[in-house]
């Protein structure tokens, strides 16, 4: 019977996750495949997405902005059978390549959400159509990722290379203490063609309040 969930949920997840990507992103979202376990994230489903990039449009058509060898999710096993709800618990990112980048206007790469209509913004009182998804997360864990800041505007340039991080906290919660702990073997930076730092090591431990009503 476990063997046979994969079979029986990954149709219908698989479509969820297209649904939700194409609903909320400004963005083409490719991805080699899709998989589900149980074995993977018992007692919660796994699921994985292989070779995800998220491809910019206009300013920024065919320039990457994320990219994972495998951006992988625990999910309550019981919300998938409640087919509603579905709680995502855990996020880990596998290889991912980040590239923010602002142009020389000040647009911003990463401003990828679909806007709000004039008529919806104007429709105070409507209640929002809710997503399939619920975010519930207790932990982010990044392996190996790579990040790249290009600031166009102000010719200032970053890189973090061999990142890895582990971020941890109640998220169902409107206030919320995350344990932020990492490493990135490899921090340059330039500004105006010099470069002020290079091939630096960065170490991180900290206890982040956060508000998660305004997500700051």
């Not at 079979?7 to 649904?19: D, H, R, V």
């Not at 309550?76 to 709800?85: G, H, L, P, Q, T």
């Not at 200032?156 to 971020?167: K, R, V």
């Amino acid at each position: 019977v476990v063997a046979v969930i994969p079979i029986i949920f990954k149709p219908q997840l698989l479509e969820l996750a297209k649904t939700e990507i194409n609903k909320n992103l400004n963005a083409t979202v490719e991805f080699s495949d899709f998989n589900v376990s149980v074995f993977k994230g018992f007692p919660d489903l796994y699921v994985g997405l292989d070779n995800l990039n998220v491809i910019g449009k206009d300013e920024f058509e065919g320039k990457t902005f994320v990219s994972f060898d495998e951006l992988s999710l625990t999910v309550n096993i019981m919300s998938v059978f409640r087919r509603e709800n579905i709680q995502v618990k855990s996020i880990s990112l596998i290889n991912p390549t980040i590239n923010v980048i602002y142009n020389a206007e000040g647009k911003a790469n990463w401003d990828i959400t679909i806007p709000a209509t004039e008529d919806e913004a104007e429709a105070d009182d409507a209640v929002p159509e809710p997503s399939a998804l619920q975010i519930a997360l207790e932990k982010i864990v990044v392996q190996n990722g790579e990040v790249f800041y290009i600031d166009d505007a102000a010719d200032m340039q970053a890189y973090l290379g061999e990142l890895n991080m582990d971020i941890s906290g109640n998220t169902t919660l409107d206030y919320t203490d995350l344990l932020m702990a990492g490493t990135a073997n490899r921090f340059d930076f330039t500004m105006d063609g010099l470069p002020y730092i290079r091939k630096a090591k960065v170490k991180l431990d900290a206890i982040v309040g956060a508000d998660l009503n305004t997500f700051t």
